[in-house]
């Protein structure tokens, strides 16, 4: 029997611009800029210099800290330039530009073959390091330090719900990669043990659900059909939904015993364990009522927003807005010059048709945000106490820190308050001041 | 005075070419997300209320005839007028037009006798938006419902006026000229039924409308009707008119005239200016606690104040009173009804 997470909200999925296209592979662009910093955690230091040759698949930046994830080359060319360049979610970044030399040859030693069930779990989490693996959904969380949960695990949850509207990339590698998808399940639950496993995709992808159900017949991979109700993607909702655990405030999902991964994840990690093939590319929707010809794509680490758009045919109207990710979570980017990087599940051209967010006004109190709110906050007191500088408050008496920022009272303000702007505020001056302290 | 004119010429060159879009030229609006959001606007919800309140407010123009719409007209003129010129001389940014202040003046005038004189209606106006509303910061920061301050002030202002009830029409005057509440009060229960010919024909005449009463609250199935619709397109919550005149019944039931449990619920739901409030002003979002929880706290309290004002209180109806009561009592809830966090520990 599935539980229900309260709140929520139902926006237009918009999905119908590319769920019956196929993945395309573009050709590769004249260069990339691969960014050091693709992960949570301490950005990588790179390993090469100017002028150096590189090979697709070879480690060009690594880091000592334990929170990283080393970064690849995404082709084979020459470095000719390291320097700080536009990031989609940290404005600008130290980067690494390689210059396509057009052969795109592998590094020694890749692509290889491996019996993965012959490994020691230890063996297949350093591959999974090595790899550069990270969670795909778009919080790029390094995905051996996931792997390795220090509190006991019963529990595998894929996360396939791909709740975001417009995102449609897990749903075509759920319908195009799906041995892959098996194989990586089948690795990670090798790992942690586990012989529970749900995969999470939400009722308006039938088709997905089929195909997923077909892929893991036989197997102990239970493929749940849930709900279609933003934010059922969100780890907590999902956990929720699922086993009915709760994920205690300021907790992780280790802490009821489960670790979640997205779906695009389980493929990269079936590459890294039985091909050898670091993460270099990745399944990106292209997509917006701004986009001529929306697309999937699959996409080298590094290539830019702008040979991208270009490939989906340019602008059909003027893009009010471009978005790295979903409309509900996404970042808006101010330049086409950034590059794809690890968690880029989506490109969103949209124009001020889709965008148009109105005036904001003062809150009216009607109460639709703490409806929708699925933390059980009180988002409109959240954005009140931030308009006036009372963060402290936020924290201590109304849970700031418990909100995920996942946009559903902003979606649904009638006064079209910006209360995730607020909160994020909020937060980033609580964490200031204890810094401080 | 250059760069300005370079602005002005770039903009009349991408005119000419509105297809060609020039990329490097583009520039893209940078906000926090989400970037898309629901088509609600507040001038929506408070254009729909008004639209729920328009069934009643019709009815009351054929039953009381025209003075209640001179009534209604200048309400809504002067409240929407007040406000206008409220943020004109603030040079605030004019929102008189987006039915908030059009709900007030409607609200006021539907709760005052349709023989007011139409001055006291401009002057309960102005108190509900220059006073009760514009003073506090304008729509969002108001503590009291407008509509019932300005219906308090003119009680206090003009007590016989406010309660002074005149057969107005020959249907009306085919009831009684006082109202069900007023008779009840000073004449007691069994002339109440008398006046009226049975029980049945009395519960009749308070459904459909055809008493004596305030311009807008006689009618109890067409204020159900908005107020269903309300519910229905998701404007208010059903748990408070179902809560407030649920608790009105129950407690009226409860103390009866002769001993416990003799009362009469359906007569005292459908008394007054209960329906109204219940549908239309205890459901003002600005004024009642923002949680479903405290929201029911609200509505129980209300009714409660209600019952107490109506059976032990010198006033023959309690409603206007009872929610503003509530209101004050409204942040107070809110501090300590919140919603349990996902997640919180015990």
């Given at each position: ?156 949850i894929v996360n396939a719900a791909e709740c975001e509207p417009y995102l449609t990339a897990d749903y075509r590698m759920m ?263 | ?143 009291f419902n407008p509509a019932h301050i300005g219906r308090a002030a003119l009680m206090v202002s003009w007590p016989v006026a ?121 459901t003002d979002m600005v004024t009642i606690p923002i949680t479903t929880k405290g929201q029911i706290i609200f509505a129980v ?46």
């Open positions: 029997m599935l539980k229900r997470f309260l709140g929520g909200i139902h926006p237009k999925d918009s999905k119908v611009y590319t769920m019956d296209k196929t993945i395309e592979i573009p050709p590769l662009p004249s260069q990339v800029v691969i960014p050091m910093s693709q992960h949570i955690g301490a950005p990588c230091t790179p390993l090469v210099k100017v002028g150096d040759k590189v090979k697709k698949g070879q480690v060009i930046a690594e880091s000592d800290a334990f929170m990283h994830s080393p970064v690849h080359a995404s082709i084979s060319g020459e470095v000719i330039k390291i320097a700080e360049m536009p990031h989609a979610s940290r404005v600008n970044c130290l980067s690494i530009v390689i210059k396509n030399d057009g052969l795109d040859e592998w590094v020694q030693g890749i692509p290889l073959h491996r019996e993965w069930d012959q490994l020691e779990t230890a063996e297949i989490l350093d591959i999974i390091k090595g790899a550069g693996a990270v969670g795909m959904g778009g919080a790029t969380f390094p995905t051996h330090i996931k792997l390795s949960p220090n509190k006991n695990v019963d529990v595998f319908l195009e990669y799906a041995d892959r998808i098996v194989t990586g399940v089948k690795i990670v639950m090798k790992v942690l043990g586990v012989s529970k496993c749900f995969v999470g995709i939400e009722d308006n992808k039938p088709e997905a659900v089929s195909v997923m159900k077909d892929a893991f017949k036989g197997t102990s991979v239970e493929v749940v059909s849930l709900p279609t109700k933003y934010p059922q993607g969100a780890e907590k909702m999902l956990i929720k939904v699922l086993t009915n655990r709760e994920v205690p405030s300021g907790g992780l999902p280790m802490d009821v015993g489960v670790v979640v991964q997205n779906v695009g994840t389980t493929v990269s990690i079936c590459d890294a364990v039985v091909s050898g093939i670091p993460l270099i590319e990745r399944v990106t929707t292209v997509s917006g009522d701004a986009i001529k010809d929306p697309k999937n794509l699959l996409l080298r680490i590094g290539t830019s927003y702008e040979y991208v758009i270009d490939y989906c045919g340019g602008f059909s109207k003027t893009p009010e807005k471009i978005i790295s990710g979903g409309p509900m979570m996404g970042m808006a980017q101010f330049t086409l010059d950034v590059p794809v990087i690890k968690g880029t599940s989506g490109i969103l051209a949209l124009s001020s048709d889709v965008v148009n967010s109105g005036e904001e006004s003062p809150c009216i109190r009607c109460g639709r945000c703490v409806k929708a709110c699925p933390m059980g906050l009180v988002p409109s007191m959240l954005s009140i106490l931030g308009e006036r500088n009372r963060f402290k408050e936020a924290k201590e008496e109304y849970g700031l820190f418990n909100c995920i920022e996942c946009g559903s009272c902003v979606y649904t303000c009638p006064a079209k308050r910006n209360i995730v702007q607020y909160i994020k505020y909020s937060k980033a001056q609580n964490l200031a001041q204890s810094a401080k302290k | 005075m250059s760069s300005e004119t370079k602005v002005v010429q770039e903009s009349k060159v991408q005119n000419i070419q509105p297809k060609e879009i020039q990329v490097q030229d583009q520039k893209f609006t940078v906000s926090a997300s989400p970037h898309i959001r629901c088509n609600e606007s507040i001038s929506k919800i408070m254009w729909n209320v008004n639209l729920a309140l328009a069934p009643a407010a019709i009815f009351s123009i054929f039953y009381f005839g025209f003075p209640a719409l001179i009534n209604m007209i200048v309400g809504i003129v002067s409240a929407v007028a007040c406000e206008y010129l409220v943020q004109k001389f603030r040079k605030m940014k004019i929102t008189a037009f987006d039915g908030s202040a059009f709900i007030t003046g409607l609200l006021l005038s539907m709760s005052l006798p349709p023989t007011l004189p139409p001055y006291m209606v401009a002057i309960g106006s102005f108190i509900a938006i220059v006073i009760a509303k514009q003073s506090m910061g304008g729509l969002g920061f108001n503590i406010m309660t002074t009830w005149t057969k107005l029409t020959e249907s009306v005057d085919a009831v009684s000229s006082a109202t069900p509440l007023n008779i009840l009060k000073h004449q007691g229960y069994t002339s109440l039924i008398e006046i009226f010919g049975s029980n049945t024909a009395m519960y009749k005449a308070m459904f459909i409308g055809t008493r004596n009463g305030s311009l807008g609250e006689t009618s109890t199935v067409l204020l159900l009707i908005g107020g269903i619709y309300l519910i229905y397109k998701g404007y208010i919550n059903w748990h408070v008119p179902v809560c407030m005149i649920g608790t009105v019944g129950i407690l009226t039931w409860i103390f009866g005239p002769t001993g416990l449990f003799t009362g009469d619920p359906l007569f005292h739901m459908m008394a007054g200016g209960l329906i109204l409030g219940a549908f239309f002003m205890a309290g209300a009714g409660a104040i209600t019952v107490l004002i109506r059976l032990k209180g010198g006033y023959p109806e309690g409603v206007c009173y009872s929610i503003l009561l509530m209101n004050a009592v409204t942040p107070l809830i809110d501090r300590f009804v919140k919603p349990k966090n996902f997640g919180a520990r015990g």
